[in-house]
């Protein structure tokens, strides 16, 4: 009766041993599925149902509504791109909002910089976070021990609605997909709050969906269109995320000011010595190269 779970009955085993995985529909016809050791916490919250499990692979994972969300293996790969992007374009970032992102793992990584002076993080869900605590030290461990972090329990779209102009110098839209609570986050009115509330050189990095499979890459070029009509510059780019649909995601960075090409400060941001698995400022250059296919549906849109 766990509609997120799976069991499987392994051959290999005594008769009636049963395997335990998680399965997720990546498309009608496609499903991706993780064997489970532990399933370690399930619960429905105000505004989604939380699950947490254990595997070999992946380590720690959490889902919200029977989608993945962040897993131990590979949560390094989302973080560095969400963040590493917009602080190596402008490393004198001070003021930035995080929106969603209860896990923790992208306040953790804007966190490393010194000259960031103050993160507001602005989570829908309580319960991720303090759940996260619980089970996902690895991302959480910020949250409740840097004293530049403030933690808001509230809608972002309600948030940069309310929030003074030119507070902020980045904001990171670190959101689940535009169904349910994350729904607000992908509409011409949050984008145009984010423009009021962005600083002259302010940057926006959005969750930005995935191209390959057709429900995903809608998004995309919906979310697209808006940001950029929204904002003189608005470009997308691409990072490997193994455990999300089709594992092509990107994230979109809008500006009023800067192009993350051209304004790149890669010696500065290398003198940073900051040390990343993932990120590095070649794979930034890289990341904004698109193949054709979707080049094409985004300057279509
Ligand atoms: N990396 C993840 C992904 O793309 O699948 C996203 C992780 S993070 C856990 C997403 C968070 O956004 C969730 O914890 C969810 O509660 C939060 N969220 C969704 N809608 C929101 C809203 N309107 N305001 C603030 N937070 C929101």
């Not at 972002?156 to 986050?185: H, N, R």
């Not at 003189?232 to 999300?244: D, E, G, L, R, S």
Request: aromatic share 12%; proline share 4%; net charge negative.
């Amino acid at each position: 009766d766990d509609p997120y779970m799976i069991k499987i009955l392994d051959k290999s085993k005594e008769e009636n041993a049963m395997d335990l995985w998680y399965t997720e529909n990546h498309q009608e016809d496609v499903k991706f599925s993780i064997k489970v050791k532990e399933h370690l916490h399930s619960e429905k919250s105000e505004f989604q149902q939380l699950d947490f499990f254990t595997s070999d692979t992946f380590g720690k994972f959490f889902t919200l509504d029977g989608l993945m969300m962040v897993t131990e293996k590979d949560e390094f790969i989302y973080h560095d791109m969400i963040t590493h992007v917009s602080m190596a374009v402008n490393p004198n970032i001070k003021r930035v909002l995080v929106i969603g992102g209860g896990d923790g793992g992208t306040a953790r990584e804007v966190l490393r910089y010194p000259g960031v002076e103050k993160v507001d993080m602005v989570e829908i869900d309580e319960r991720v976070v303090r759940l996260c605590q619980k089970f996902l030290p690895l991302t959480a461990e910020k949250l409740d021990n840097d004293e530049r972090l403030t933690l808001y329990f509230e809608d972002g779209l309600k948030f940069v609605q309310d929030a003074d102009s030119e507070s902020y110098d980045l904001i990171l839209v670190d959101s689940t997909d535009p169904i349910g609570p994350g729904e607000g986050l992908f509409t011409y009115e949050f984008y145009n709050n984010c423009k009021r509330v962005l600083s002259e050189d302010g940057i926006l990095i959005n969750q930005h969906e995935s191209p390959y499979y057709s429900s995903y890459s809608h998004e995309m070029k919906r979310s697209h269109s808006k940001i950029k009509e929204t904002f003189p510059i608005a470009k997308v780019y691409q990072f490997h995320m193994p455990t999300y649909p089709s594992g092509h995601w990107l994230f979109g960075f809008a500006s009023k000011k800067y192009d993350p090409i051209a304004d790149l400060k890669a010696d500065e941001w290398n003198a940073l010595g900051l040390k990343t698995k993932y990120y590095n400022t070649d794979i930034h250059v890289g990341a904004f190269m698109l193949p054709t296919y979707v080049k094409d549906e985004l300057e279509n849109v």
